[in-house]
């Protein structure tokens, strides 16, 4: 069983900054060898894809949504087993749940690739 959880969400204020975090475990697993990723999903809107970063062995390639792009840094602790989303500039259309996300690919960005999830971490941002 593969299990990935994510924490750090919570209440900011617009321009604010919030750092999640992504902690995965389970048998013979490592974010090493796997694509990991960052999607989001607001009320009455599908989930969409915000972040990723490739497996470590291929290189440490992020790709991004445009609207996250420069405001948002995904990163990976390879030691801990831990991604990481640092989301600074946050605007109230942030707001949302975020999920992690686990791909048995170097690197995803389709939501389909990705085989593992998270439950998600609330994100709200005041204006």
């Known amino acids: 069983q593969v299990h990935v959880v994510e924490s750090g969400g919570g209440l900011v204020q617009a321009g604010g900054s919030l750092r999640l975090s992504c902690a995965a475990s389970g048998r013979v697993f490592s974010t090493n060898n796997m694509g990991m990723g960052w999607f989001r999903q607001s009320p009455g809107k599908d989930r969409e894809f915000i972040a990723a970063?490739?497996?470590?062995?291929?290189?440490?390639?992020?790709y991004y949504e445009d609207s996250v792009r420069g405001r948002f840094t995904i990163s990976r602790d390879n030691a801990k087993n831990t991604v990481y989303l640092q989301m600074n500039s946050l605007k109230p259309e942030d707001t949302a749940v975020y999920y992690c996300?686990?791909?048995?690919?170097?690197?995803?960005?389709?939501?389909?690739?990705?085989?593992?999830w998270g439950q998600g971490t609330q994100v709200t941002v005041s204006s």
């Open positions: 996300a686990a791909a048995k690919k170097p690197i995803a960005t389709i939501r389909d690739d990705f085989e593992y």
């Open positions: 970063i490739s497996a470590s062995w291929s290189g440490t390639d992020t």
